[in-house]
T-cell receptor, first 113, second 114 residues
Framework: KAGVTQTPRYLIKTRGQQVTLSCSPI?????VSWYQQTPGQGLQFLFE???????NKGNFPGRFSGRQFSNSRSEMNVSTLELGDSALYLC????????????FGPGTRLTVL | DQQVKQNSPSLSVQEGRISILNCDYT??????FLWYKKYPAEGPTFLIS?????DKNEDGRFTVFLNKSAKHLSLHIVPSQPGDSAVYFC?????????????FGQGTTLQVKP
């Protein structure tokens, strides 16, 4: 069974630009969650999508948005990039969310210059 | 407001000895706790979990202990092996509106020396 895949793996952008990250969950998984990892902050929850609906949201500004498609693939968008958005963005999929084991992708390393 | 805290950023132990990683939480609504391990350039992988109705869960060399009154959990690895060197995150889930929302600690970097 293929794991969670994320594209691209690395990305360099400049301030003010926008970026779209993609996540393909494990086949059959309907829940996709996004996390931001920065040094000293651990992993911070961005949002969770289930059956194309945002089911939960973390404490991030509206510049961070996402969506999920009918095949459960998910995209995350960050607009008007700031230097502080430089981080590793991880997506995780699970069967139904909640206390299901979440399987993480390798992440997308975003650097904002 | 850090609801899950791992106060030790790093830990170094000798191969064969016990590694103890600690985690504290503040939200009494959390009812399920997990440990994830992360190697560089990879996403976190699930290691072990424990429900709040238990105080111990064991899986091979890994044991998680939960002390609800102290809002504290710990991960014991015994014996520690060099391949265990990684960043360990504890995470918690629970309470209304938390479906799919894992709250992670900051992580502890474990180094197991041969």
């Amino acid at each position: 069974k293929a794991g969670v895949t994320q594209t691209p793996r690395y990305l360099i952008k400049t301030r003010g630009q926008q970026v779209t990250l993609s996540c393909s969950p494990i086949s059959g998984h309907r829940s996709v969650s996004w996390y931001q990892q920065t040094p000293g902050q651990g992993l911070q929850f961005l949002f969770e999508y289930f059956s194309e609906t945002q089911r939960n949201k973390g404490n991030f500004p509206g510049r961070f948005s996402g969506r999920q498609f009918s095949n459960s693939r998910s995209e995350m968008n960050v607009s008007t990039l700031e230097l502080g958005d430089s981080a590793l963005y991880l997506c995780a999929s699970s069967l139904v969310g909640s206390a299901d084991t979440q399987y993480f992708g390798p992440g997308t390393r975003l650097t904002v210059l | 407001d850090q609801q899950v805290k791992q106060n030790s950023p790093s830990l170094s132990v000798q191969e064969g000895r016990i590694s103890i990683l600690n985690c504290d939480y503040t939200n009494s609504m959390f009812d399920y706790f997990l440990w994830y391990k992360k190697y560089p350039a990879e996403g976190p992988t699930f290691l072990i979990s424990i429900s709040s109705i238990k105080d111990k869960n064991e899986d091979g060399r890994f044991t998680v202990f939960l002390n609800k009154s102290a809002k504290h959990l710990s991960l014991h690895i015994v014996p520690s092996q060099p391949g265990d060197s990684a960043v360990y995150f504890c995470a918690a889930i629970g309470g209304s509106g938390n479906t799919g929302k894992l709250i992670f600690g900051q992580g502890t970097t474990l180094q197991v020396k041969p």
